[in-house]
């Protein structure tokens, strides 16, 4: 194995004790725990890793930062990579609410999938990001017409479109993640850190929306 790939897997390894630990803190307090996950291509360790500590895990529920409103078959569904890669091993004990309903679109589907995470725990013990090259994070991207809307609405959940992604989404709005007890940005790669050290530097969220998250404690997972 390359360094690079030892390094990520220690980093997923690393974040999932991190996120258990916080699951089993709030769980000792309270009936369930809320477990928010991003979708796209890194998580996918971490998910694995995760899936095999033990905590309690049928007081857990999981969702997703955003999805793309695609069906659960398709290579793009963010269920379809939690279902293969988190609810596994232990954590198959763990509930998921999916972010998709039959809808044709997100329009159609939000006000169901409003009411359908109403009754999760609030706020959620741990929402996990991850971040884009183009700095947008859940489905908060730059070129977006409801980025405005992402970051200053109080509802739960907005459909978006953006030009550079080729699917129609749903995303948690930024009020709602922001809530969450604790945040962990996980991202891999020189050019992500240079994004992240960018956002950091500036202040201009339209153009970064991962600068949204940076007013509370980050926790920041980054490996090579
Ligand atoms: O569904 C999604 O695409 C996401 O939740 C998204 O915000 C993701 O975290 C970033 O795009 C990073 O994706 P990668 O890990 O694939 O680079």
């Not at 360790?45 to 969702?63: G, Q």
């Not at 991207?141 to 699917?167: C, I, N, R, W, Y």
């Amino acid at each position: 194995m390359s360094d690079s790939v030892n390094a990520r897997q220690r980093l997923a390894e690393s974040l999932a004790e991190a996120v258990a630990a916080a699951l089993r803190a709030d769980l000792a307090e309270q009936d369930r725990a809320l477990l928010i996950v991003s979708g796209g291509l890194t998580p996918l360790a971490f998910f694995e890793a995760l899936s095999t500590l033990e905590l309690d895990w049928e007081r857990v529920d999981v969702t997703l930062a955003d999805e793309r409103w695609v069906d659960e078959s398709s290579d793009d569904s963010n269920t379809r990579l939690v279902k293969r890669h988190l609810l596994r091993e232990r954590a198959a004990q763990a509930r998921f609410v999916p972010l998709t309903t039959a809808d044709a679109t997100p329009e159609e589907g939000v006000a169901a999938l409003e009411k359908s995470v109403a009754g999760l725990s609030w706020p959620a013990s741990v929402v996990i990001l991850g971040m884009g090259s183009d700095g947008h994070t859940a489905s908060l991207f730059p070129d977006s017409p409801q980025l405005k809307d992402g970051l200053t609405t109080e509802a739960a959940l907005l459909a978006v479109h953006a030009p550079s992604v080729p699917q129609p989404r749903i995303s948690f709005s930024r009020h709602r993640l922001a809530q969450a007890k604790r945040h962990f940005v996980h991202l891999t790669g020189a050019e992500k850190r240079a994004v992240f050290a960018k956002a950091l530097a500036g202040d201009e969220v339209f153009e970064a929306p991962i600068r949204a998250f940076m007013d509370a404690p980050l926790s920041l997972y980054w490996a090579p």
